[in-house]
């Protein structure tokens, strides 16, 4: 293949991926027990969501978060597969309830994982924290801090229901309380790619665009070039994020509506810190139940449509759209480690679909997405109120519904399923999703591509090319 360089010159790869991972151990050094105050000595601490800092509530002194240590940072030079030790498989029957002895006065002191990573010590009420990992999903390597406030969450989730009360079902608004609303730390996956892109397919270029025929009968047809067209190049992909709740993941079905919780990232991953059970004090969680091996599909098809997106960067002379044919991606190095992100979360049970509903707040970001149960009737006496007013204009033949020769009116026709169909997807939201092609940080190196032209098309009726898929998403879950 000729290839015509790009800035800077092609990085050539012929390395082979390790097939055996490397497990890098994220809780080195931690032990199970007391977490104590560096200045006074106290077990009583928690997170400062102002400062992001832990502060123990007894002398108020705050301190640092930990980094983790031994993850790599430069994704350009990562090899083989990396894998923190809190993204091990998980062990089924793997014992949740632990039992600590308080090194304070010897009391045993009963932790259940399923529920919480701390609890007091019943005699000298000082705190004992679940600080190793254990094989069971409920320590990760990392945990991102809650910095947006509970009465912010309230005040977003508020405001997103407060602008949907028309056809909000009446038992939803007769119960609907922001005061409600939890605060959870939720299992995710956050991966690492260092990968070589290859893409080859062929492209349109406008080169004309005309009318034939007359009044009614009026066409317009273009012509284009059509090119072969073909990229490669060095893809860095951090802080790709999936959810490892295979529940919280799964979202087909009309009776589903996981996709909010997906659709307010990204998280600003980069910030977490080293896990430390103070963090979730005031918080709950729910452990991961997932391994790396049931995700790597779905972060490989990922992966390929951040690559997709980022050789969209190179292709604006193909204004009709580009349609690949062949697209490869060879991982050089992917790294992988479990996380506890921050969510805000307004869950509300629709008894008569059975149907759960959310409203999701990133803790982080405090974007805000939501599902709020609909009045079906109340949508459709409304949608068909509008169907009338549409065929009545329809029916009058106003002058204004006719722009060059085209009777817009016919529009009218179908002006209340048009209405339903907006206010349902307002209210429902089914299609919001994380946009992981573009909001996930990557970059594109090493650039080689390659653009011949093929021949000249006259006379297509499309405006765009047919099959043209290079803005497609192949990843989504939802």
Known sequence: M???????????????????????????????GQNKCPKCGATDISLNVNKGLLRCNFCRHEFEPEKVEGLATDIRNLSGTVIGSGAQDIIAGTDEV??????????EVVIDTAEAMQARCHWCRNTLSVNQQIPNGA???????????????????AKFVGKRQFFAH??????????????VYLPYMVVDVNACATLQGQGEHEVRRYTRGEGKNKVTLYDADLFNVAREFDLVVEGLTVESSADKRESRGSAKTNNIINSIMPFDTENGVKWNANYLKGYSSEKRDTNVEQLKGLVNKQAKDIARYKANDTLKHYDRGVRWSNESLEVKGEQWKAAYLPVWLYSYHQKN?????????????KETMGSVPIHT??????SAIVEVIGFLLW??????????????????????????GIMYSRYRNQGARHHHEKETKSTMDNLRQQDIFV???????????AGANNKSVRGSIF
């Not at 390790?18 to 032990?31: C, F, M, S």
């Not at 632990?98 to 009391?107: I, R, W, Y």
């Open 98 to 107: 632990l039992t600590f002895k308080c090194s304070s006065c010897g009391a």
């Open 455 to 465: 021949k000249r098309q006259t006379a297509l009726r499309n405006a765009k090319m």
């Open 377 to 382: 009737p109340k949508l459709l006496v409304v």
């Open 2 to 32: 000729n290839w015509t360089a790009g800035e800077p010159e092609m990085y050539q790869s012929g390395g082979q991926v390790v097939n055996e991972p490397v497990i890098v151990q994220t809780d080195a050094g931690a032990k199970d």
């Open 170 to 183: 009446p038992q939803f608004k007769q119960e609907f309380t922001a005061d409600n609303v939890m605060g």
């Open 139 to 157: 320590v990760p390597d990392v945990v991102l801090p809650f910095k947006i406030k509970k009465e912010e969450a309230k005040s977003s989730i």
């Open 353 to 365: 679909k059975n149907m759960l509903h959310y409203v999701a707040v990133n803790a982080r970001t």
């Open 395 to 420: 029916m009058l033949h106003l002058p204004f519904l006719i722009v060059d020769d085209f009777d817009f009116g016919l529009l009218f026709l179908t002006l209340g399923f048009v209405y339903y």
